[in-house]
């Protein structure tokens, strides 16, 4: 079993910055990635979660157009911990983030079934 927990939401105005953390607890070795996701206001099936931010064990990464050169991933094994540093953050990134692990391969995430995190809100205010 793997879980998860966010932490480092909070309400900011825009230009601000955030860092959101998500603790990993359990056996991951299953697993080669970990990710970020956003519930976007007025959706709520986790099937609508949007890709922001993944990372593989060996360090590569990838992000989606809407956060390139604003958001950055990294994971620290030693610690259990996968971060999401979020700078110039806009309105438009208010959302409902969420950690997951998975596959990462080729460039592809697919997050494993069933686990994620509770999730943690961040609003950008204008």
């Known amino acids: 079993q793997v879980q998860l927990v966010e932490s480092g939401g909070g309400l900011v105005q825009a230009g601000e910055s955030l860092t959101l953390s998500c603790a990993v607890f359990?056996?991951?070795?299953?697993?080669?990635?970990f990710a970020w996701y956003v519930q976007l206001p007025g959706t709520e099936r986790e099937i609508e979660r949007e890709?922001?931010?993944?990372?593989?064990?060996?360090?590569?990464?990838k992000y989606a157009d809407f956060v390139k050169d604003r958001f950055t991933i990294s994971r620290d094994d030693a610690k259990n911990t996968v971060t999401l540093l979020m700078d110039n953050l806009k309105p438009e990134d208010t959302a409902i983030y969420y950690c997951s692990t998975g596959h990462y391969y080729a460039g592809h995430y697919s997050p494993a079934a069933g686990y994620w995190g509770q999730g943690t809100q961040v609003t950008v205010s204008s």
């Open positions: 359990g056996d991951t070795a299953t697993y080669n990635g």
């Open positions: 890709l922001v931010a993944a990372i593989s064990s060996e360090g590569a990464t």
